[in-house]
């Protein structure tokens, strides 16, 4: 069986390996529950499919995220989001991730639109903060209307006019030429003696930095977190019936389970476990 609740089962039993790498990418993830492995490119991993299964769909997308202080790294090349389609990832028939997934055994057509994971690792001199969150923690604007505006503001704020209105054929050519892809943009202009790149970074603001502890007190120092939307309201049931299903009930009852509210984004449910002392 494969989901991100099985993953995040696999964080804890070695939880104290979080305070012992170098980097995240280094941790013994098990590798039985990956359908692929990378690094610098999106995904870093990704979970295997389950077939005919109503409470695992497997395929998750996991990005790793590593930072030496309590602020969640940059998002490079890519603006965070909760879904992703499988196409916008493999696009070519030579694509090394299809290799992997399809080695792995999964037949990537039978979930088109996969849930993004990031797994974050704050730290703060002694202390750490290990958050395994999905991606619309940080997407409370959906991407192309980020994107959009973000092009608007900048545009108004170069020729000083108050309203920008781009027809909707530009902002899809913009969108896909800077927004769809996994690498920096770079071009060789004939003659020229140096080369130009543009580049998306997405940074935090306090508002959606779940390591932050005046906007989120209840991620504390020295947790390992779950978290996962309540998009709906039956959401925060099946939250609990698919982790009492991975993790057994004597053991489930160690967490400290809650609701959190995102300041710009809904609700969350949050498993959260005390680290092992390395003393």
């Known amino acids: 069986m494969y989901s991100v609740y099985h993953f995040f089962k696999d964080l804890v039993a070695k939880a104290t390996y979080f305070s012992i790498i170098h980097k995240l990418e280094d941790f013994p993830f098990d590798k039985d529950l990956l359908s692929c492995q990378n690094k610098r490119q999106f995904p870093d991993l990704a979970i295997k499919l389950n077939t ?9 997308l996991i990005e790793l995220k590593d930072s030496k202080t309590y602020t969640v790294a940059s998002f490079n090349s890519t603006i965070p989001s909760g879904k992703k389609r499988i196409d916008q990832i493999i696009k070519s028939e030579n694509s090394l991730i299809k290799k992997q997934m399809e080695s792995a055994g999964d037949n990537i057509n039978e ?8 797994l974050i690792r704050g730290r703060n001199k002694e202390s750490l903060k290990i958050v395994l969150i999905h991606g619309s923690f ?58 130009l790149q543009f580049q998306i970074v997405s940074e935090v603001i306090a508002e959606g930095n779940i390591l932050d502890a005046n906007k989120y007190p209840q991620i504390k120092d020295d947790t390992i977190n779950l978290i996962i939307p309540l998009e709906a309201k039956e959401d925060e049931e099946l939250n609990y019936k698919k982790f009492r299903a991975v993790l057994n009930y004597q053991s489930s009852e160690q967490f400290n389970v809650f609701k959190m509210k995102h300041i710009l984004n809904g609700y969350f449910t949050v498993f959260q476990l005390n680290l092992p002392s390395l003393n």
Do not use: H, M, P, W
């Open 52 to 60: 005919n299964n109503r409470l695992f769909t497997g395929g998750e």
């Open 111 to 118: 979930l088109l639109e996969r849930d993004v994971f990031y």
């Open 138 to 195: 940080f997407e409370t604007i959906e991407s192309q209307n980020l994107f959009d505006n973000f092009i608007e503001q900048v545009l108004n704020e170069t020729i000083n006019k108050d309203v920008i209105d781009l027809d909707n054929n530009v902002k899809k050519l913009l969108y896909d030429t800077f927004y769809n892809r996994d690498d920096k943009c770079i071009q060789l202009v004939n003659n020229a003696s140096v080369k």
